[in-house]
RNA sequence: GCGCCUGUAGCUCAGUUGGAUAGAGCGCUGGUCUCCGGAACCAGAGGUCGGAGGUUCAAAUCCUCUCAGGCGCGCCA
């Protein structure tokens, strides 16, 4: 609501600009640092001074007394040096706030036009070898985040795993299991159906890094493995699709768990049979983007040239895409990818059914050839997002390079690598996990986290300490409690302080984990957030219970007939009281509470523009944190003014909903209690 | 060597397009509770925003230089 409020107030000084100074001026606004000093301001005053050289305060005193009345705004005044601040209406806005809580929550509006834009988010895209660790929760936990802020914005969006079910992670898990275990893909297959394959996987892989250290001629047999897997021969490629079909399963299994699910799982191999990158590779040829190089030492190489000017013949600033020996390089198999994902390659895969969650949603795989009916159409985006982190910027770089070599700038444009930092291990953590850091590293900040060492906390291992964790303090608060009911809370909890903790660092800060902070629920954390609406609910309950009515009583009067009554009502806070609780200065209090409550659009719509998820945890930790404050200021159930009772009820509605959104968006859900 | 990122309180981090007195959590110290459940609330101490110049009415934010740390730069993915 504050965002509608904010734009409506730019839009109307911008047009006042406009008709009374002949200017067009951008109209910045900000919020004033105390309450005292209304709650949208403008400094657009101090832009204007320059242009018309005259005093800003002056024109400031000039606009605000010849300005139009604006909707929601109920006076202005001038302040500082030039400062427009707006003061609003604040019984209106508590109205705005309540009827926009009733509008279908303000989402899905676009409605799915035939033809409407769509936009893909690739996240996840975990190797199929092993099992999935903190960092790829990071990136989880933001590319799930980010869909449902688009979702929440109307988008329609599509979201993609990407499978490299054919890469070396997969073969050197392949060599494990032939080499070190000797296994016939039938044992293969008993195995893969054991619960923790990914686990057994796990350290598999980190003995087979080992084997290869041991004697580097072994690696040749990588090259041999990797080659047999991408051409689908063999006992290699028969386990290969063992193993990361499998994987795949785990991982799914464990996104799962946190609330992350997928509309399809685009496969390397699949890229590779029906010959994506054949076709990229003639339209890079045709249109002159990739050159053989003739001499130099990348001879014999399809290279691109990264650099603007096309006569430096520059070796160093150019791209391998197809090798000497004629394969392709992964930035290569990647443009194609990037260009399917447009409907730039008119090709498509063929799709079936990997698997049904509970809901009956599916998740569907591509595969190479037959496929099932009533695929929906994947890609053909007209905007993409890759998580992935920023390590590989340069990679992403040269991808969205390829693009614009091939004439899709547009797409380039549309194109966005939405970056993050790795999570790494304090060096604490890692000796608590048994690993030894080498002497030059004891001094730094973190560890990096390591599938090939082996060197990582599990995604699994982490969640099952988290909801134990929980759950102890469950069955300390709730003893009686059914018992289906305290693993529900427990999960609650432990995906809440998850979700959370990977939510509230912006990307680009490299989070370096520790289990005593990952596993906390007090002070800035998803538990904390989640416990301040248990708390809400608890005053319901208890009025409930006290009056004996199922439900806080009556529609409100400025809601309409029709609107389900969970909750808010004016019937005795008519707009009298309004002005009496929430007027100035005495209701600054519970008026600042109301305002945040109400600006849960204005954040999400930054989250979005900076795309930037954290923005929308630091919004609910400031609201719970603004309830608790509140909670603990008015003893709500015993007050005596029955007008002030009912206002203090309702504002309890509103702060509580906001909550549940906020939570909502980033993943968490808040329990009943807890 | 080149490119990108980071440097804000003891620790971990916020600070959207430059805006009014730089914030939070943890930790520390001291308080609050005959309760709508302490996963809580309040108060206090604690900051030359790495450093130096510059642009501007206004700089933690933009520019230049500099110091420190990280990441990337492969016929790996």
């Known amino acids: 609501m504050y965002l509608t409020i904010e734009k409506r107030i730019q839009h109307a000084l911008a047009e006042h600009i406009r008709r009374r100074y002949e200017l067009d001026v951008p109209v910045p606004a900000s919020r004033p640092p105390k309450i005292e000093m209304g709650e949208v301001a403008s400094p657009v005053c101090f832009e204007l001074a320059k242009r018309l050289k005259?005093?800003?305060?002056?024109?400031?005193?000039?606009?605000?007394?010849?300005?139009?009345?604006?909707?929601?705004?109920?006076?202005?005044?001038?302040a500082g040096g030039g400062y427009l601040n707006a003061f609003l209406d604040r019984g209106a806005f508590?109205?705005?706030?309540?009827?926009?809580?009733?509008?279908?929550?303000?989402?899905?509006q676009k409605s799915a036009a035939p033809g409407a834009p769509k936009t893909i988010v690739e996240h996840t895209n975990i190797n199929p070898n092993k099992a999935a660790h903190i960092g790829h929760l990071r990136n989880a936990a933001l590319g799930d985040t980010f869909v449902r802020l688009l979702r929440q914005a109307g988008e329609i969006v599509e979201v993609q795993n990407y499978i490299d079910n054919t890469g070396v992670q997969v073969a050197d898990v392949v060599i494990g299991l032939l080499h070190l275990e000797k296994k016939s893909p039938d044992d293969v297959r008993q195995l893969a159906a054991e619960p923790r394959f990914d686990f057994y996987c796990w350290d598999l892989y980190a003995r087979v890094t080992q084997f290869y250290e041991e004697d580097k001629a072994r690696e040749?047999?990588?090259?041999?493995?990797?080659?047999?897997?991408?051409?689908?021969?063999?006992?290699?490629?028969?386990?290969?699709?063992?193993?990361?079909?499998?994987?795949?399963?785990?991982?799914?299994r464990t996104m799962e768990r946190l609330g992350v699910r997928y509309d399809v799982l685009p496969r390397e191999s699949d890229i590779l049979h029906l010959k994506f990158w054949d076709i990229a590779f003639q339209q890079l040829k045709d249109r002159g983007a990739i050159q053989l190089a003739s001499a130099g030492k990348n001879a014999g190489c399809w290279v691109m040239p990264l650099s603007e000017d096309r006569d430096a013949t520059a070796e160093d600033d150019t791209k391998i895409?197809?090798?000497?020996?004629?394969?392709?390089?992964?930035?290569?198999?990647?443009?194609?990818?990037?260009?399917?994902?447009?409907?730039?390659?008119?090709?498509?895969?063929h799709y079936r059914k990997f698997q049904q969650y509970p809901d009956g949603s599916i998740v569907w795989a591509s595969c190479s050839d037959g496929g099932e009916v009533g695929a929906p159409p994947f890609g053909r985006a007209a905007r993409v997002y890759n998580v992935i982190d920023s390590r590989q910027s340069y990679l992403q770089k040269v991808v969205m390079a390829g693009l614009r070599a091939l004439g899709y700038n547009e797409q380039a444009d549309r194109s966005v690598h939405f970056s993050y930092e790795m999570v790494a291990l304090t060096p604490r953590c890692a000796v608590e996990m048994g690993y030894e850091i080498p002497l030059g590293d004891a001094r730094k900040p973190y560890v990096e986290v390591s599938g090939?060492?082996?060197?990582?906390?599990?995604a699994d291992d982490l969640l099952d300490r988290l909801e134990s964790n929980a759950r102890a303090e469950v069955d300390k608060r709730h003893p009686d409690a059914p018992e289906p009911d305290r693993a529900q809370i427990a999960h609650a909890i432990a995906i809440g302080a998850l979700r959370y903790f990977l939510l509230k660092y912006t990307r680009n800060t490299i989070i370096a984990f520790d289990f005593k902070d990952a596993l906390s629920f007090e002070g800035e954390t998803g538990p904390y957030c989640q416990y301040a609406v248990v708390r809400a609910r608890n005053i319901f309950r208890k009025y409930a219970e006290a009056t004996r009515e199922k439900h806080f009583p009556?529609?409100?009067?400025?809601?309409?007939?029709?609107?389900?009554?969970?909750?808010?009502?004016?019937a005795s806070a008519g707009p009298e009281d309004m002005k009496r609780f929430l007027g100035s200065p005495e209701g600054n209090?519970?008026?600042?509470?109301?305002?945040l409550a109400g600006s849960l659009d204005w954040h999400a719509d930054a989250a979005l523009n900076a795309q930037e998820p954290a923005f929308v945890a630091k919004f609910a930790f400031q609201l719970a944190q603004a309830f608790n404050n509140f909670y603990h200021k008015h003893h709500?159930?015993?007050?005596?003014?029955?007008?002030?009772?009912?206002?203090?009820?309702?504002?309890?509605?509103?702060?509580?909903?906001?909550l549940v959104r906020a939570l909502d968006l980033l993943g968490i859900e808040a329990p009943e209690r807890m």
């Open 94 to 108: 508590f109205d705005a706030v309540a009827r926009s809580m009733f509008s279908g929550a303000g989402a899905a």
């Open 554 to 570: 009556g529609p409100p009067r400025t809601l309409g007939p029709n609107d389900p009554a969970i909750g808010v009502s004016s």
């Open 54 to 78: 005259r005093a800003p305060r002056q024109l400031a005193q000039e606009i605000v007394a010849e300005i139009a009345p604006i909707e929601g705004v109920a006076r202005w005044e001038v």
């Open 321 to 349: 895409i197809v090798r000497s020996n004629g394969t392709v390089t992964y930035v290569g198999k990647d443009i194609a990818y990037q260009m399917w994902k447009f409907g730039l390659l008119g090709k498509d895969f």
């Open 636 to 658: 709500i159930l015993s007050e005596e003014d029955p007008a002030r009772k009912t206002l203090l009820l309702n504002l309890t509605t509103l702060i509580m909903a906001q």
């Open 589 to 595: 209090d519970l008026w600042e509470l109301l305002l």
């Open 220 to 252: 040749s047999l990588r090259a041999e493995t990797l080659k047999a897997i991408e051409e689908g021969r063999g006992a290699a490629a028969k386990i290969g699709e063992i193993v990361s079909d499998a994987i795949v399963r785990c991982h799914l």
């Open 452 to 458: 090939r060492k082996g060197l990582g906390v599990k």
